[in-house]
């Protein structure tokens, strides 16, 4: 808890409460900042608006708090250097009814850090504190805009990029995958059409005729027809019967004579 003794306790707490509540749900564009040891000095980083002069910049300003607040306004001040009407260009100090004259108890720190971030978009040059940028915003808005963004570009702070969690290394991991297949199907494609592509070798030709060949033997055997083949071509031979199996005519009457004769030898030269 803070220990400021310009403020009483009560209003600390209710400080409390509502820069926690600004922490949890911040305005738009604001993100606030404060020292828990000193309540009294309230720090905020607003963002540029868009479509403003002050766009693409991040820029600092605290709030003040005098002993009796909130019966009497904050102090705003501009810690980051601006070129604005209702800035002052030495200190910084933010000139706005808010915080004058139109303050009110009841307005909290969110409604005033508001109105601040909403003077970057509609300056008051009737109530300025830089009379050349209010001079400039009335006679030539171009010149005052370039003047703007020039203060911007040198001195605001550059916002920080806003990235989601995991939502790169998803999508490079999903592009890779789709890569990885891609590839592979393309390889696969490649492979087929290289096969498909091939011409016939010639160990595979003569395979091929040999065996065609030894089919063509087989069934011409089986038909008792013979090729023959030279370098002139091929013809085919008249077909010659196969006997599987013959037989000799009169072999076993030879048989029987021959056993005859023998016989006879042997009774002769028994006499």
Not at 14 to 35: C, F, Y
Not at 74 to 96: D, M, Q, S, W, Y
Not at 215 to 229: M, P, R, S, V, Y
């Amino acid at each position: 808890m803070a220990t400021n003794e310009n403020l009483p306790p009560n209003v600390i707490r209710q400080l409390a409460k509502e820069l926690k509540n600004l922490d949890e749900t911040p305005p738009e564009g604001i993100k606030v900042g404060v020292n828990d040891d000193d309540f009294s000095t309230i720090f905020a980083d607003i963002d540029g608006p868009a479509g403003t002069p002050y766009e693409n910049g991040v820029f600092r300003m605290k709030l003040i708090l005098s002993h009796d607040f909130p019966h009497s306004p904050p102090a705003g001040f501009f810690l980051t250097r601006i070129f604005h009407p209702n800035v002052a260009p030495k200190n910084g100090e933010i000139c706005v009814n808010t915080l004058k004259k139109d303050w009110n108890p009841s307005l909290g720190l969110r409604h005033v850090l508001v109105v601040v971030r909403c003077l970057l978009i509609e300056p008051f040059p009737g109530s300025a504190l830089n009379e050349q940028a209010g001079k400039m915003l009335l006679d030539n808005y171009d010149e005052y805009a370039r003047h703007a963004r020039i203060y911007t570009d040198c001195h605001a702070m550059k916002p920080k990029p806003k990235f989601k969690n995991g939502a790169i290394s998803e999508s490079t991991t999903a592009l890779n995958v789709d890569q990885t297949n891609t590839s592979v199907f393309s390889a696969d494609q490649k492979s087929g059409a290289t096969v498909a592509a091939l011409p016939p070798t010639p160990l595979a030709t003569s395979t091929n005729a040999a065996a065609k060949g030894g089919q063509d033997q087989l069934a011409n055997a089986a038909t008792g027809t013979i090729t023959e083949t030279g370098i002139s071509g091929s013809k085919t031979l008249p077909s010659v019967p196969i006997m599987l199996k013959k037989e000799i005519p009169g072999l076993p009457k030879h048989n029987a004579d021959k056993k005859k004769i023998d016989a006879r030898k042997k009774s002769l030269k028994r006499l």
